[in-house]
């Protein structure tokens, strides 16, 4: 028997497109190229297509982009799997989180359905919509949904067990032919009359699971009063009374991927190809395209053909190429780093991915075919950045050094770098840093040399540092260098903890090195893995853990006497009157120019906490904000433009914050908004400052309503309250900021009104 089925209570909302607006501080970046559904709707000639990083719209005629759009602006959710659109110039479109984002084509407004998101559902994937006039059923991960395009009720329960297949059998396609509904699922092939029966019954359902249709079949498509269908292991066809295996023996047992009419063509994805056969003879078969990694195939005019290829968008004509937006490579963002100019560049995290850069409009992606000189792998998990150069550390493939539009590799070929014990030409570096000379200091992951740590002096130059007894089989990382030239570094595998080494200002002299560790009970008994390090304003030590942050207040001691390091001690929040332990699987760290410390966690998003970490001063998770996800890889802040970003499986999601790096010299102070309405929620913001400043905020008649320091950096705000913490009254008021000293000064002016 069916489980008792949720209750279904239609829930939407109608917005305009710009859903997100109180959200204009946010930006995510995604990659549109990973095409898994394309719509076309006839009256604009536009063509939607759905992709693991959201939606964007093309124009067919031109083969342009003309909009993008995310969480930011529309979607609930941007992993796209579905679309279509209905007889009211709808688009609906299912995303892998069950949620039903719905754009009115004729007015831009949004509707949203969250039934099947909220609902208890194990696998709540929205695979396939297929609309029949004022109905839409919807393929999941747990069968079949029938819901009314008019008032958006669900209709039935859910179609929860199709025949003798097994309940919450995965549903990945739908098909019509006269009044048969048929369904392309996991265990076969399910199929019954809509019409005239109960599909709540699961004997009005007849099944097919022979030949190669016997699981994961993907795809079903109706042509020619025929069904066919397509499985990861063949291609059958049903003339209403058989099966049969398809008649050309050069498809019939390959991957089907996709299947589709236009016109008098039926088109189908079998392994890296296209093809296409028409009703005369289906075993005369014809390729239409050269292998490539087709996913969907839509139509537009009824007849022509869409391609929405795995990586590289969608092909519409033959001679025009791919159509996407400029995008990164992929939605893994493994390490960010920011450089000089406030270029962000990634590191791609997996073997094929590469890296990326970011100029704040345009992505520039590297790989061996489009950068050859990267190196012999595409495979770099590491991104670092200083003294005007950005280096991306390939894994297995060594170093690689990007100076301007000059990119030059380093391996165990052309210098001194290790291989590891088994691969003498396996090239792991996997941290580093710039030391207070524009030294880098470079980790490796399991050596053959005996030395993880190396030096890089330019031009070639390496300098390999053997290794102590105290870091043997540990594998090196994230590196951080403190003020006295200390080397913080992150050490897993089967010496966990953080090891320090100084050199003693002698780079080539090993005779007078220091060096000591930090082993994972010195954090605790909860402490099972370090992730990151940093070093801060302050040049106190942040350690992230598995179990919170530590903290080494006085480094210098450790290097002064290893043999009695001084301790690290765990970071607690104030909470009330108490202060708490922090205690999140913390697995990325950074801070920004004011010194307040972002936090990137392994399940609950992104804490910014106060210098000291003392304070919460915000958290973004995906239940609070538009971040991407909640497993934060990497987080880097822009020092000069207050951009912080955050790296994730899913994307590169950033926020506006006031950490900005202060002006040398005062100009013009600007404040906004203004005229400033008070009392009021929102802060004035007051921009313009040099570092450390003391801002006063002065009347006409030259009382100081206001006296506060800045935080630090260019930006400071104002509450609009007076020193009575009274609300200020109507006016225009001067603001004077001056350094510490008083030898820089400068002035703007606001209009406050008093509600």
């Given amino acids: 028997m069916p489980k008792i089925f949720f209750l279904f209570i239609s829930l939407f909302l109608i917005l305009s497109a710009d859903t997100y607006s109180q959200n204009s501080k946010w930006e995510n970046l995604t990659d549109y190229k990973n095409i898994t559904s394309v719509s076309t709707d006839p009256v604009t000639n536009t063509v939607y297509c759905a992709s693991k990083g959201g939606l964007y719209s093309v124009n067919i005629a031109t083969e342009t982009v003309i909009a993008k759009y995310t969480n930011l602006n529309g979607l609930v959710n941007n992993d796209l799997t579905a679309l279509t659109i209905d007889n009211q110039r709808r688009l609906w479109i299912g995303a892998s989180d069950g949620s039903v984002s719905i754009l009115n084509l004729t007015n831009s407004t949004w509707k949203y359905i969250y039934d099947i998101k909220n609902s208890s559902e194990a696998n709540k994937i929205i695979n396939f919509l297929l609309p029949e006039g004022n109905y839409m059923y919807i393929a999941t991960g747990y069968g079949i949904q029938k819901v009314s395009t008019v008032n958006f009720n669900f209709i039935d329960a859910p179609y929860y067990k199709l025949g003798t297949f097994t309940i919450n059998t995965p549903v990945y396609s739908l098909a019509l032919n006269g009044n048969v509904l048929y369904a392309a699922t996991k265990s076969g092939v399910a199929y019954a009359n809509y019409l005239s029966s109960n599909l709540n019954d699961p004997s ?4 097919f699971n022979l030949l190669f249709m016997n699981a994961d079949v993907k795809t079903i498509e109706a042509f020619d009063n025929k069904i066919f269908a397509g ?10 009374t058989e099966w049969y295996v398809y008649p050309n ?16 063509r039926l088109y189908f994805i079998s392994g890296d190809r296209i093809y296409y056969t028409t009703s005369s003879n289906i075993s005369e078969i014809v390729q239409y395209l050269n292998a ?3 996913a969907v195939l839509g139509t537009y005019n009824n007849s022509n053909l869409i391609a929405g290829l795995t990586g590289n968008g969608i092909i519409i004509s033959q001679k025009n190429g791919y159509v996407f937006p400029n995008s990164p490579f992929t939605n893994v963002f493994s390490q960010v780093t920011i450089d000089d100019n406030s270029t962000v560049w990634a590191a791609g995290g997996l073997p094929t991915n590469g890296f990326y850069s970011f100029n704040g409009s345009t992505w520039e992606n590297y790989n061996l075919s489009t950068h050859p000189e990267i190196g012999n792998s595409n495979w770099f998990q590491k991104i670092i950045s200083g003294n005007g150069n950005v280096w991306a550390l390939g894994f297995g493939g060594g170093p690689t050094l990007i100076t301007g539009t000059e990119i030059r590799n380093f391996n165990t070929t052309n210098s001194i770098l290790p291989g590891i014990s088994n691969d003498p030409n396996f090239c792991v570096p996997n941290g580093g840093a710039y030391d207070a000379n524009d030294v880098l200091w470079i980790t490796f992951f399991g050596t053959n040399s005996g030395s993880s740590v190396y030096a890089y002096f330019g031009d070639n130059q390496w300098f390999a540092y053997p290794n102590p007894s105290i870091i043997t089989s540990a594998t090196l990382s994230e590196t951080a260098i403190d003020s006295y030239g200390t080397k913080w570094i992150v050490s897993g595998g089967t010496r966990s903890g953080v090891y320090f080494f100084n050199e003693n200002s002698t780079y080539t002299n090993l005779n007078d090195d220091i060096y000591g560790f930090y082993s994972n009970s010195d954090f605790g008994a909860e402490v099972t893995n370090v992730y990151d390090v940093i070093v801060d304003k302050n040049n106190e030590v942040w350690i992230a853990t598995n179990n919170g942050i530590f903290i080494i207040n006085n480094p210098f001691a450790a290097i002064q006497n290893p043999n009695q390091k001084p301790p690290a001690v765990k970071l607690g929040i104030i909470s009330g009157n108490l202060k708490v332990p922090f205690t999140e699987n913390c697995i990325s760290l950074t801070n920004d120019i004011l010194n307040d410390k972002w936090v990137g966690t392994e399940t609950n998003g992104v804490f910014h906490l106060s210098s000291d970490g003392s304070t919460l001063l915000g958290q973004f998770n995906t239940a609070k904000s538009p971040i991407l996800a909640n497993q934060i890889k990497t987080v880097a802040v822009d020092e000069n ?18 950490a900005i790096e202060p002006v040398a010299e005062f100009d013009e102070i600007t404040v906004s908004p203004n005229p400033y309405l008070v009392p009021s929620e929102v802060k004035l913001k007051i921009d313009g400052l040099v570092e450390n400043s003391t801002i006063k905020i002065i009347s006409i008649s030259g009382d100081i309503v206001s006296e506060f320091d800045s935080p630090g950096g260019r930006i400071a ?12 009254a109507t006016g225009i008021y ?10 820089k000064v400068g002035k703007g002016k606001v209009a406050v009104i008093r509600k």
């Avoid at 499985?231 to 209403?240: N, Q, V």
């Avoid at 001067?734 to 030898?743: E, K, M, T």
């Fill in 249 to 264: 023996p050069s498809v019939a047992n390959s991957n089907t991927k996709f299947i589709k009419t236009a016109g008098e």
């Fill in 641 to 658: 433009n207050g951009r912080a970003y955050f790296g994730t499986n899913n994307g590169l999601s950033s926020y506006q914050t006031d």
């Fill in 204 to 207: 009005a359902w007849s099944n």
């Fill in 292 to 294: 490539n990694s087709y």
């Fill in 734 to 743: 001067i603001i004077v900021a001056f350094n510490s000293d008083g030898s």
């Fill in 231 to 240: 499985s990861l292991t063949g291609y059958c066809y049903f003339d209403l």
């Fill in 717 to 728: 705000v104002w509450d609009g309250m007076d020193s009575q913490n009274q609300p200020a």
